[in-house]
Nanobody, 125 residues
Framework: VQLQAFGGGLVQAGGSLRLSCAASGRTFNYVIGWFRQAPGKEREFVAAISWGGGNTYLAESVKGRFTISRDKALNTVSLQMNSLKPEDTADYYC????????????????????WGQGTLVTVSS
């Protein structure tokens, strides 16, 4: 499985960005997750989606502001980020894990096998 994240950039607080994760290979058995890492901080879970069933799970810190979705035809997973805050500033990474359903392991980075490169999101105040 190969993953490529893109769509980061500079945005003012309150603005929106849409990140995408392009996946190739045998992705139909994988959960796709988004994580982020701010300077000097640990990488943290943001959101996850089951590739086949469309079940999702979001971190409390982004619920109501972020939405994760998938496009089967394009083989991509998107993270729509609205009402952005300066504390959302981080490198955002997409990753893939098995099994393909959402469970409590979906929030832990150690269970993710494949990682894409990060895309930087900067939110100015």
């Amino acid at each position: 499985v190969q993953l490529q994240a893109f769509g980061g950039g500079l945005v003012q607080a309150g603005g929106s960005l849409r990140l995408s994760c392009a996946a190739s290979g045998r992705t139909f058995n994988y959960v796709i997750g988004w994580f982020r890492q701010a300077p000097g901080k640990e990488r943290e879970f943001v959101a996850a989606i089951s590739w086949g069933g469309g079940n999702t799970y979001l971190a409390e810190s982004v619920k109501g502001r972020f939405t994760i979705s998938r496009d089967k035809a394009l083989n991509t997973v998107s993270l729509q980020m609205n009402s952005l805050k300066p504390e959302d500033t981080a490198d955002y990474y997409c990753a893939a894990k098995t099994p393909s359903f959402i469970d409590n392991r979906s929030t832990y980075r150690r269970y993710y096998t494949y990682w894409g490169q990060g895309t930087l999101v900067t939110v100015s105040s």
